[in-house]
């Protein structure tokens, strides 16, 4: 069994940072892609950033130059840095793992750009 285990959600103001974790643990032969996802309320879940396990990211255009994702391979993590937030970044942000060739999700950790 494959667990995603995040961290380092939280209430921030507009302008500010934070930054999310991602630990995957259990019996992992390899870690794929990673990614993270969020969903605002009445929105559909949309993909945020993504890296492949040889470091190639992708993103969506609207974090474009704010948002860097990143991850250690040794320890199965992903890390989502969120700087210049803005009240619209505010949902559950998900993360996402291909282990093993299934895709996993996390229990979701919630980030609030509030003034």
């Known amino acids: 069994q494959v667990q995603l285990v995040e961290s380092g959600g939280g209430l921030v103001q507009p302008g500010g940072s934070l930054r999310l974790s991602c630990a995957a643990s259990g019996s992992i032969v390899s870690v794929l892609r990673m990614g993270w996802y969020r969903q605002a309320p009445e929105k559909q879940r949309e993909l945020v950033a993504a890296?492949?396990?040889?470091?190639?990211?992708d993103y969506t255009d609207s974090v474009k130059g704010r948002f860097t994702i990143s991850r250690d391979n040794a320890q199965n993590t992903v890390y989502l840095q969120m700087d210049s937030l803005k009240p619209e970044d505010t949902a559950v942000y998900y993360c996402n793992a291909n282990v093993d060739m299934y895709i996993y999700w996390g229990q979701g950790t919630q980030v609030t750009v509030s003034s």
């Open positions: 890296i492949t396990s040889g470091g190639r990211t």
